[in-house]
């Protein structure tokens, strides 16, 4: 299916609103995108919040008898077919068909009562479950086969599209380093960059991303840095952001504003600014985010509110406390 036939694009959290609206209605979703955005995190988050089960089956490595199961004789001679272990028996949950455009062709095909008919041969899907799949477009150059109109026509298609915002909003919740995070926001168009006729192999995703913040973690020596973080995000990507390391480990110290809130100097620049605004909001706890507060509504107001919002997320204990809700009266305009 060519990308520019498909016209409903969503962002990482609408693709879950989505799922989460059509599960349970038993409708089969596919959900396109280019690699490495969290098409099966998303999935798995659906089914999570749904309170159901996840039977995650990568169609790319699938034989046809893998689906409809092996020949065999009953005792009266007549052929029937042993369905496979991982095919769901009871109780209620997600069949997830993962790079199912990548999967050979009479794959495929045994797909198309399994989703149409929720049935495969003698094997039934049980009542409780709904059939999920997701692949990469095809106009990425990834391995993937044209999919049948019969197949395609066959679910709801919604392509998933990355979101700087959300991304960023998810990385500190889900407590990534504030380097990768605040460079990030100073370069929202390096979350996601891909190219499919560069040949690259490595290039900026938002699963590539996560990856540098582990490689980040191992605290790479200086030596090295710049070709580790660019054999996972590509030599372009990771030039800036080395560049971008460097103005990191150069800002005020945290330490010294935290003790002089009122009186540490604000820095001027955007880079060091994202990247004190990401330091702060890591740093923020019940004994500080007073003197956070007194020293972010000194920054300009985006930046304020960036550490203000990253300290919660980060730490959702915060909301009551009496400097984030003098926070939220203040920037309520802004907040809205």
Same mark, same amino acid.
């Given at each position: 299916m060519?990308?520019?036939?498909?016209t409903?694009?969503?962002?990482?959290?609408?693709?879950?609103?989505?799922?989460?609206?059509?599960?349970?209605?038993?409708?089969?979703?596919?959900l396109?995108?280019?690699p490495g955005?969290?098409?099966?995190?998303?999935?798995?988050?659906?089914a999570?919040?749904?309170?159901l089960?996840?039977?995650?089956?990568?169609?790319?490595?699938l034989?046809?008898?893998?689906?409809?199961?092996?020949?065999?004789?009953?005792?009266?001679?007549?052929?029937?077919?042993?369905?496979?272990?991982?095919?769901?028996?009871?109780?209620?949950?997600?069949?997830?068909?993962?790079?199912?455009?990548?999967?050979?062709?009479?794959v495929?095909?045994?797909?198309?009562?399994?989703?149409?008919?929720?049935?495969?041969?003698?094997?039934?899907?049980?009542?409780?479950?709904?059939?999920v799949a997701?692949?990469?477009?095809?106009t990425?150059?990834a391995v993937?086969?044209r999919?049948?109109?019969?197949?395609a026509?066959? %679910?709801?298609?919604?392509?998933? *599209?990355?979101?700087?915002?959300?991304?960023?909003?998810? &990385?500190? +919740?889900? #407590?990534?380093? !504030?380097?990768?995070?605040?460079?990030?926001?100073?370069?929202?168009e390096?979350?996601?960059?891909?190219?499919?006729?560069?040949?690259?192999?490595?290039?900026?995703?938002p699963?590539?991303?996560?990856?540098?913040n582990?490689?980040?973690n191992?605290?790479?020596?200086?030596?090295?840095?710049?070709?580790?973080y660019?054999?996972?995000?590509?030599?372009?990507?990771?030039?800036?952001?080395?560049?971008?390391?460097?103005?990191?480990?150069?800002?005020?110290?945290?330490?010294a504003i935290?003790?002089?809130?009122?009186?540490?100097?604000?820095?001027?620049?955007?880079?060091?600014?994202?990247?004190?605004?990401?330091?702060?909001?890591r740093?923020?706890s019940?004994?500080?985010?007073?003197?956070? %507060?007194?020293?972010?509504?000194? *920054?300009?107001?985006d930046?304020?509110?960036?550490?203000? &919002?990253? +300290?919660? #997320?980060?730490? !959702?204990?915060l909301q009551?406390?009496?400097?984030?809700?003098?926070?939220?009266?203040k920037?309520?305009?802004?907040?809205?």
């Amino acid at each position: 299916m060519a990308q520019q036939s498909i016209t409903n694009h969503v962002t990482p959290s609408q693709a879950a609103t989505v799922l989460e609206t059509l599960i349970p209605t038993k409708l089969p979703v596919f959900l396109w995108g280019d690699p490495g955005i969290g098409k099966s995190q998303v999935v798995r988050q659906a089914a999570e919040k749904l309170g159901l089960q996840l039977i995650d089956i990568r169609a790319v490595l699938l034989d046809p008898v893998d689906l409809r199961g092996l020949p065999s004789l009953n005792g009266d001679g007549r052929t029937h077919w042993a369905q496979p272990d991982f095919l769901p028996r009871e109780g209620e949950g997600v069949l997830f068909l993962d790079e199912l455009n990548a999967a050979p062709p009479l794959v495929l095909a045994a797909c198309y009562q399994l989703i149409l008919d929720r049935k495969l041969g003698e094997y039934e899907l049980p009542e409780g479950w709904t059939v999920v799949a997701a692949g990469n477009l095809e106009t990425n150059r990834a391995v993937t086969s044209r999919m049948p109109t019969p197949l395609a026509n066959r %679910f709801a298609h919604f392509v998933m *599209m990355t979101d700087s915002d959300e991304w960023s909003r998810w &990385a500190a +919740a889900a #407590r990534l380093r !504030p380097e990768v995070i605040a460079f990030l926001r100073f370069r929202p168009e390096l979350l996601h960059k891909f190219d499919p006729s560069s040949g690259e192999k490595a290039f900026p995703t938002p699963r590539s991303w996560e990856f540098t913040n582990t490689a980040l973690n191992a605290n790479p020596p200086a030596g090295v840095d710049l070709q580790v973080y660019s054999a996972i995000v590509g030599q372009a990507a990771a030039v800036e952001f080395t560049g971008f390391l460097r103005v990191f480990q150069k800002m005020p110290s945290v330490d010294a504003i935290l003790l002089n809130p009122a009186t540490a100097q604000v820095p001027d620049d955007p880079a060091t600014l994202y990247a004190l605004s990401g330091a702060l909001s890591r740093k923020a706890s019940d004994n500080n985010i007073d003197r956070i %507060f007194e020293y972010a509504d000194r *920054m300009p107001s985006d930046f304020t509110v960036l550490t203000m &919002a990253d +300290a919660v #997320r980060r730490t !959702p204990e915060l909301q009551s406390t009496a400097a984030f809700i003098q926070f939220g009266a203040k920037y309520s305009d802004v907040l809205i």
